[in-house]
């Protein structure tokens, strides 16, 4: 596939820090091992917020912002709400619907995009990202009971959503929506393999089958930001980016248990509390550790200066504390990691957040991933081109940048050894 515009792509991948066991605390919390080095940025890199790629033109209902004049002569490549290592130094980086709502985004193609990061580190790398090819979604057996926009059934940020996806075993795609909710499968070019997943009583002010007007259960753009699966494949972990409608603690997200075999929920569920200070936190993306241990992504809505909650935990599915909720450790704080090797140096004309103290000060940083030996990659949407929060000034839209951190992960049930 040939790039009509910027090809470059900006990388964050960040390392996090262990799991480690203490004693259960009231809130679910256990505070960061003190005897753990500092969060250390590995890596960076950054594909432009202009970037296209090959298609139709795109952002027709979309206003100017940030110096960003629509419509796209092509399609933006825009931020990820998910990344999957995909070998050979290569991602699978994932889009969302688009423009951040469903009315403004029936010219954005639902795409799952393989790049490649020229990551600049302490030995060097210009830090750029080349967007080499795409899976694009679609749905030519008409497998999905709702009409969809284009009369070629290509799917659009107007018919789904998809904030998270993972790759099973057998090589097709899993993707969690959040216009249904809907689990989404597909193969591994695209193509829808079933009708979508619908978790009972879970419905947005999105949802096709929505019976009244007030009749919805979770809000809009807060179905299954997050998703990962389990290290044998045969489960799917779906989680709600924020509270039931109906729920009365506010701090409470919900964790789903996803039989890939069957297909279906199994029932089984996990509550897991936000920090006491951020009741309207945000679940920004989740992977596995291994062996029921995750990290997850907790996050405000806030950006550049403003911003105060953007942090990794980590959890294990056998862990709760007397109250039911899962037990959590933190093992990054995003907006305080060292960068003693000058890697986010010298800083662009009004950047904010870079230098010996990195901030990842972005508003939606939707996409982590466990990459081994103690690093996590992770990445922001930047809702083109709504965001600014890398930029002092405020004017001109947020680039998409993957970073890598270091941050040692032990054992997060006594001991137990990372597995892959």
């Avoid at 040939?2 to 256990?30: E, F, K, M």
């Avoid at 790398?125 to 969809?148: E, N, Q, W």
């Avoid at 997200?253 to 996990?270: A, H, P, S, V």
Wanted: with cysteine; aromatic share 8%.
């Amino acid at each position: 596939m040939r790039l009509r515009a910027a090809t470059a792509v900006s990388l964050l991948v960040l390392l996090v820090i262990a799991v480690g066991c203490g004693d259960d605390s009231t809130d679910g919390a256990l505070p960061p091992d003190p005897d753990a080095p500092a969060t250390t940025l590995l890596a960076r890199a950054i594909l432009p917020a202009t970037a296209e790629h090959v298609g139709p033109t795109s952002g027709k209902a979309i206003s100017a912002d940030n110096g960003v004049t629509p419509p796209f002569a092509d399609q933006p490549v825009a931020g990820f709400s998910a990344i999957l290592e995909a070998g050979g130094g290569e991602f699978w980086a994932m889009p969302d619907n688009g423009y951040g709502a469903k009315d403004k985004s029936a010219h954005f193609l639902l795409r799952l995009y393989r790049i490649r990061p020229r990551f600049r580190t302490a030995r060097g790398g210009d830090g750029t990202i080349d967007v080499r090819d795409f899976v694009s979604l679609r749905d030519p057996d008409g497998r999905i009971p709702f009409a969809l926009t284009r009369p070629d059934r290509l799917l659009t940020g107007a018919d789904l959503d998809p904030e998270s996806v993972f790759r099973a075993n057998d090589g097709t795609f899993w993707f969690g929506d959040e216009f249904g909710p809907f689990l989404l499968h597909t193969d591994a070019t695209g193509n829808v393999l079933a009708a979508p997943f619908a978790l009972r009583g879970a419905q947005s002010p999105q949802n096709p089958s929505l019976a009244t007007r007030d009749g919805w259960t979770i809000p809009d753009s807060r179905g299954f930001e997050a998703m990962a699966s389990s290290t044998d494949g045969t489960r799917a972990y779906p989680m709600l980016e924020g509270a039931w409608r109906n729920d009365s603690d506010r701090h409470r997200r919900i964790i789903m248990e996803f039989d890939l075999r069957k297909e279906r929920f199994t029932g089984r569920t996990w509550s897991y509390r936000t920090d006491a200070d951020f009741p309207d936190a945000l679940i920004g993306d989740m992977t596995s550790l291994g062996d029921q241990r995750f990290v997850l992504i907790e996050r405000d809505d806030e950006q550049g200066a403003a911003a105060r909650q953007k942090k990794i935990y980590a959890i294990d599915l056998r862990r709760r504390n007397a109250d039911g909720h899962l037990v959590k450790r933190l093992v990054v704080d995003l907006l305080a990691i060292r960068d003693p090797h000058g890697i986010s140096s010298p800083p662009r004309p009004g950047e904010f957040g870079v230098g010996s103290r990195f901030s990842f000060p972005l508003q939606s940083v939707e996409s982590v991933e466990f990459l081994g030996e103690d690093r996590l990659l992770i990445a922001n949407d930047n809702n083109l081109p709504s965001h600014d929060g890398r930029w002092t000034a405020r004017d001109r839209p947020d680039d998409t940048e993957l970073i890598i951190v270091h941050a040692p992960i032990a054992g997060s049930a006594c001991g137990s050894d990372v597995q892959r």
